[in-house]
């Protein structure tokens, strides 16, 4: 899709109304021991796309919290001006009633009400005539022409159907500055590509976008400018049009790069290490059934050797995690999430069957799994650092009535974080105070400290920035080099290229093409992913 | 959230290397409930013109506090993996009156195949082992059908109670046997008391002080179980020794503490608790886990039937009226988190005394039951709320 997308006609002049809609100036925001801000100037003109780039941790969010009213002012520097005059808010309310919408990244819509009611939420009277409601409601949503309907219940709606949900309800309000945060972490491609043309409409609209992603694609596919900043500060800032014609994102990306890590990265992809041969997992002919008889995954068969990268590639649903989690066993009855499925088919671990029940099964064949959403199943959030490492270290190494070795553990714990680089101010601190990039290397060091021989890794760079995702790739190829069999899940084409040897792909759950890695492009996966 | 992360990341990337061995400032608020309850004692102790202080009160309190303890800190465990238990007071009531039953429907009190001692320990094996089977009947529904703990519990407790005064014929069961009454009644002598006590204290004491990283924390700590040693020396000796429920209290809490903090079973329930989705994942049997702490505080809720029918010297089906209420309060003044992850068993077991403590100064001070009540509800609220809005503080 990311392909298709960057290929999509879109309005080819940069619209060059100059009346600037938004700016924020000397915006400065402290917390106890840190500057989260430090005078960031930023202007936004009406029918302008503005991305915002930076590492996690560089500000955006604070400077986000910040328009949006959620740090009020007075809590922090600066000024922010709407059309030239300034404006101060004193909740979220007020930055509403500005003008100033935000579409968040974890959708805040109540799935149990309405579309009719999200609208008219904030603005409903005391006695409510709902027939008037839902009529102009649905006179609105007709304007707007997203195929919705004022009383279908949200939580009916696909996560791409709630988003529009969370876009009308901007409009209706007549939001005249829109912030996208990561708008499409949990969007299928049709949705995407969708979401692109409703931002082309809102930007000939003349309406201001900030636009904030991880994804380099969808900068270069909507961005008319292009802010970047790093550790508070604005560091960068790049034009997308020169002579009124884009820029090739040749020439753009790796200039943006360099400036969100502060420094080059020749290569974010390593180079891939010799296969070392020995076969160490092979699946045969597994089966996902949810009862009655829906088959999540169909005889899906496959091997990973040591020392070998396979990626697993396929679309929204084709079953990417489900297999990383039946072989794991977490889709097991007994587990917290549980009951329902059934898992068929033969695991062989170096040519020998083994049956995997649970989880502690699975850790128990050296196998070590980093889950696809760090925040539900790959930690616990509030708790320490060094609890979350040695999480599964513990559970394997002895019976549950056993003294934790506090030694050995301090030893463990200060080696891996030490190796990953972890950034912390101790050891002891929750580990849901980490930003995303330093959260995922915790999980994979909780992962290394059993000392896996087989590795699963399910979308290992989702949601962090660039300079920790190469990080994670030098890691993976690092330790195939030390003869683990590695088996990457991810939604990211270029990634797979970039690690595997060989691509796995699927279709609505089955094997539809096996591709080696050096050969494959982007073309191919999506052909064999989509039909 | 996010926030917070920002915050994080930023304010760090300075310190290269992050296993940082300086000791922090000591953190005043870990102490807070320790000093919460050594001032409601003091006003108490004023309020009572220093009746509350006598060494006979202090005993008597910690004789009281034992069995609202000892439920405490199984349910710590229970709260700490997110569930809840409701039944614990009816099931005691059950147990209490199975023993009853054995001690005086079926005669043990006088058994002459096996001795009064022989009797005693059946009926209080009996008395435990009724409350174990409640606590596998919960733990049961509750990990094999995923049912709310809430409700299956509740469910226990209206079933035990309703059995407790079909088996009772809803009468109360006395007198007990002398043998089986020494568990609620009798004390360990005092210079036995001055041994035990006086060895634990320093034994705390020390291996407190002389942990790795010596932080003026540990010296706190030290000083502060010092402190504790001190006073119920000074109690016990001058009045009658220490009593037995408070000596199984002690050591139920000691072993309760080992495990949340020393051993791994601690670390596993932590991580149920925080998140059951990541603990499981890391390969923990959460099922045998919540299982074990369910069957583990019917037994404990048996024990206390048992010693609250010897204290009485009787048995009777509607004893152990809101006890699980008593026990939740204690544990969530000791600051564990009802949504699970995060509390300890010293809170818990000052939560208990802070409990006691207001019973029993209200009662000396001749204030009349109903008000009580009102009172303590007032005063449990605005604990935890206290509690709360301090652990809300940012830390700097």
Redesign the interface.
């Known amino acids: 899709m990311e392909v298709n997308a960057s290929e999509n006609v879109r309005s080819a002049q940069p619209v060059l109304s100059q009346a600037v809609l938004l700016q924020l100036s000397g915006v400065t925001k402290e ?6 801000l430090d005078g960031v100037f930023l202007q936004v003109a009406a029918g302008e796309v503005l991305s915002l780039l930076g590492e ?2 560089a ?1 955006k ?2 400077l986000m ?1 910040i328009l949006s009213g959620v740090w009020p002012a007075g809590s922090f520097g600066g000024e922010i001006q709407i059309e030239g005059r300034p404006v101060a808010f004193a909740d979220t309310r007020g930055a509403m009633d500005a003008g100033i919408a935000m579409i968040h990244q974890e959708l805040s819509v109540f799935p149990e009400l309405t579309i009719s009611e999200h609208l008219e939420l904030d603005r409903l009277p005391r006695i409510i005539d709902w027939a008037a409601v839902h009529a102009r409601t649905q006179v609105f949503l007709d304007q707007l022409g997203l195929g919705l309907r004022a009383q279908t219940r949200v939580g009916d709606l696909p996560v791409g159907g709630r988003q529009l949900v969370e876009i009308a309800r901007a409009l209706y309000r007549n939001a005249r500055i829109l912030v996208f945060d990561e708008p499409t972490s949990a969007l299928t491609d049709q949705e995407v590509i969708r979401l692109y043309s409703i931002i082309d409409r809102l930007r000939t609209e003349g309406r201001a976008i900030i636009y904030i992603t991880h994804r380099m694609d969808e900068v270069f596919r909507l961005s008319d400018r292009m802010v970047v900043l790093r ?2 500060r604005k560091v960068d800032e790049f034009s997308a049009w020169r002579d009124g014609a884009r820029i090739s994102r040749q020439e753009l990306e790796p200039r943006i790069i360099t400036s969100m890590v502060g420094r080059a990265i020749e290569d974010i992809y390593p180079p891939k290490c010799a296969i070392q041969g020995e076969e160490l997992l092979r699946v045969e002919g597994l089966n996902l059934i949810k009862p009655p008889s829906r088959h999540k995954l169909k005889d899906v068969s496959f091997s990973v050797r040591a020392g070998e990268v396979v990626g697993l590639a396929g679309l929204l649903g084709a079953g990417r995690s489900e297999i990383l989690e039946s072989l ?1 066993g ?1 889709l097991e009855g ?4 549980g ?1 329902g499925y059934k898992v068929t088919g033969k695991v062989f671990l170096r040519g020998k069957e083994r049956n995997l029940r ?3 099964d ?3 064949a050296r196998m070590a ?1 980093v ?1 696809e959403d760090r925040k ?8 320490s650092i060094r ?1 979350n490492l ?3 270290w ?3 190494g ?7 070795d506090s ?1 050995q553990e ?1 030893q463990q ?2 080696h891996w ?2 190796e990953l680089r ?6 002891d ?1 929750p580990v ?5 990039g ?1 959260q995922q290397k915790v999980v994979l060091a ?1 992962w290394l400290l059993t000392q896996p021989e087989i590795l699963f890794l399910d979308e290992p760079t989702r949601g962090i920035d660039v300079g920790a995702k190469v990080e994670i790739y030098q890691w993976i190829q690092k330790l195939a080099a030390q003869g683990i069999g590695i088996i990457v899940a991810s939604s990211e084409m270029p990634e797979l290229l970039g690690l595997c040897h060989r691509v796995v792909v699927l279709r609505e759950g089955h094997v539809s093409a096996q591709l080696a890695g050096a050969a494959a492009t982007q073309e191919d996966i999506m052909r064999a992913a989509s039909l | 959230m996010s926030s917070s992360a920002t915050t994080t990341a930023m304010g760090s990337p300075s310190i290269s290397s992050p296993v940082s061995s300086s000791a922090p400032a000591i953190d005043w608020r870990a102490y807070r409930s320790v000093i919460g309850l050594g001032l409601v004692m003091l006003i108490l102790a004023y309020l009572t013109d220093w009746d509350f202080v006598s060494a006979r009160n202090l005993t008597n309190l910690s004789r009281q506090v034992a069995i609202n303890g000892i439920l405490a800190v199984g349910m710590t465990f229970v709260i700490l993996i997110g569930g809840i238990d409701l039944s614990v007071g009816s099931v005691a009531a059950l147990s209490g009156v199975v023993a009853g039953l054995l001690q005086v429907n079926v005669g043990l009190a006088q058994w002459q195949g096996g001795g009064e001692v022989g009797g005693a320990l059946i009926s209080m094996g009996a008395a435990i082992l009724t409350g174990l089977f409640c606590g596998v009947f919960n733990g049961f529904l509750i990990t094999r059908y995923r049912i709310a703990p809430f409700i299956i519990t509740l469910g226990m407790m209206v079933i035990s109670r309703g059995l407790a005064l079909i088996v009772s014929d809803g009468a109360a069961i006395a007198p007990l046997g002398d043998t089986f009454n020494a568990l609620g009644q009798n004390y360990l002598p005092i210079p036995l008391t001055l041994a035990l006590v006086g060895l634990a204290g320093l034994g705390f004491a020390s291996s407190q002080v002389l942990r790795k990283e010596r932080t003026g924390e540990n010296w706190m700590n030290a000083g502060f179980t010092l402190a504790v040693t001190g006073i119920a020396l000074w109690a016990f000796q001058g009045y009658r020794g220490l009593p037995l429920p408070v000596l199984i209290f002690a050591l139920l809490g000691w072993v309760g503490s080992l495990v949340l903090q020393r051993m791994r079973l601690g670390r596993f329930i932590l991580a149920i608790g925080g998140n059951s989705e990541a603990a499981w994942l890391a390969g923990v049997p959460i099922r045998k886990i919540t299982f074990g702490i369910y069957v583990t505080l019917g037994a404990l809720a048996g024990l206390c039937g048992a010693i609250l029918s010897a204290r009485l010297n009787g048995a009777l089906p509607t004893a152990g009226d809101l006890f699980e209420l008593d026990a939740i309060a204690a544990v969530v003044i000791g600051g564990t988190s009802l949504l699970g992850g995060i509390g300890t068993v010293r809170g818990s077991i000052l939560g208990a005394f802070f409990i006691g403590a207001l019973n029993n100064g209200m009662s000396l001070m001749g204030v009349s039951e109903f008000y009580q009540k009102v009172i303590k509800g007032v005063i449990i609220i605005l604990a935890v709320w206290f509690d709360t809005r301090q652990s809300r503080a940012p830390r700097t």
Do not use: E, H
Not at chain 1, 334 to 337: A, D, E, H, I, Y
Not at chain 1, 398 to 404: E, F, H, I, P, Q
Not at chain 1, 422 to 427: E, G, I, P, Q, T
């Open positions: 917390f106890p021991g840190t500057r989260a996690n941790g500000g969010s604070t919290k550790d508070g794991f977490v007994s587990g917290p999430r009951s649970v989880p502690s699975a850790i128990g799994f889950s539900g199943s790959g930690l616990v959030l509030g708790q609890s040695t999480l599964p513990l559970a394997q002895g019976s549950a009535w056993s003294w934790v030694r301090t714990v200060a974080v030490k972890v950034k912390c101010a101790s050891v601190q849901g105070q980490l930003s995303g330093n909780k």
